[in-house]
C-alpha cells in the first residue's frame, strides 16, 4: 500500500540545521520530493531524488534517502525565518496500472525560533 | 513569464450550486492534476489528464468533474454531489505524466 509519514511539528533555533524526516512504504517508488508550502499559497517544490541515489545536495538543502529502511530526510542548513512554513514530502509510484499523482505526507510544520 | 495561474483566490459556493474553478498553464506541459488540501492532511488527488481530451480519476472524484479541451486549461466543476467541498484545491502540472509536478497558488472553497 502508499503511505507517507512525517512528524507534524519541528522547532529549531534560528541559525541551526533543520532535519525534516519522512518514511514510505512502497518500495517502487521512482522519485521522491520535497515540497514547501508557505501560509495561504500553493507547494512550492524544493527539490527531488531518484530512487536510485542515496544523496542530493543543493546550496543549503541536503536529501539523504536509505531505501532499505525508506527513509527520507531533508536538511536546511543555517535555518531563517524565511524557513518557517510546512513541508511535504511526497513519493512518485508510477509502477504502471495506477494514478499519476503523487502521495503526500500530511506535512511538517517547521517553527523557527529567535 | 511563464506558470500556472488558478482563479479565483476564494470562491464561496451555496447550497445545490455547482461552481468551476479555473486552472491555466503556459508551460506546455501535457500533464494536469487537481489536488485537495484540507487542514492538517496532505494532498489527494482528484482527477488528472495526461493529454488533451482525456482525463482520469484520481482518489476521491466523487462529486467532482473536469474537463481538458485545451493543452492550456483544466477546469474543475465541485457539484452539488460534493458534500463537503470547503478546502483549499490545488492544481499542478508535468512536462509529460510522470514527470515532475508544478503547483499553482491554489484556489480556497467555502460553503456559505
Known amino acids: 500500500g502508499e503511505d507517507v509519514e512525517q512528524s507534524l511539528f519541528l522547532s529549531v533555533r534560528e541559525g541551526d540545521s533543520s532535519v525534516i524526516n519522512c518514511t514510505y512504504t512502497?518500495?517502487?517508488?521512482?522519485?521522491l520530493y520535497w515540497y514547501k508550502q508557505e501560509p495561504g499559497a500553493g507547494l512550492q517544490l524544493l527539490t527531488y531524488?531518484?530512487?536510485?541515489?542515496d544523496m542530493k545536495q543543493d546550496q543549503r538543502l541536503t536529501v539523504l534517502l536509505n531505501k532499505k529502511d525508506k527513509h527520507l530526510s531533508l536538511r536546511i542548513a543555517d535555518t531563517q525565518t524565511g524557513d518557517s512554513a510546512i513541508y511535504f514530502c511526497?513519493?512518485?509510484?508510477?509502477?504502471?496500472?495506477?494514478?499519476?499523482?503523487?502521495?503526500f505526507g500530511k506535512g511538517t510544520h517547521l517553527i523557527i525560533q529567535p | 513569464d511563464g506558470g500556472i495561474t488558478q482563479s479565483p483566490k476564494y470562491l464561496f459556493r451555496k447550497e445545490g450550486q455547482n461552481v468551476t474553478l479555473s486552472c491555466e498553464q503556459n508551460?506546455?506541459?501535457?500533464?494536469m492534476y487537481w489536488y485537495r488540501q484540507d487542514p492538517g492532511q496532505g494532498l489527494r488527488l482528484i482527477y488528472y489528464?495526461?493529454?488533451?481530451?482525456?482525463?482520469q480519476k484520481g482518489d476521491i472524484a466523487e462529486g467532482y468533474s473536469v474537463s481538458r479541451e485545451k493543452k492550456e486549461s483544466f477546469p474543475l466543476t465541485v457539484t452539488s454531489a460534493q458534500k463537503n467541498p470547503t478546502a483549499f484545491y490545488l492544481c499542478?502540472?508535468?512536462?509529460?505524466?510522470?514527470?515532475?509536478?508544478?503547483f499553482g497558488p491554489g484556489t480556497r472553497l467555502l460553503v456559505l
Open positions: 531524488i531518484f530512487s536510485n541515489m
Open positions: 511526497a513519493e512518485s509510484l508510477y509502477s504502471g496500472g495506477g494514478a499519476d499523482g503523487l502521495t
Open positions: 512502497d518500495s517502487s517508488s521512482t522519485y
Open positions: 508551460l506546455n506541459h501535457d500533464a
Open positions: 489528464s495526461q493529454i488533451v481530451n482525456d482525463f
Open positions: 499542478a502540472s508535468s512536462p509529460r505524466r510522470q514527470e515532475t509536478q508544478y
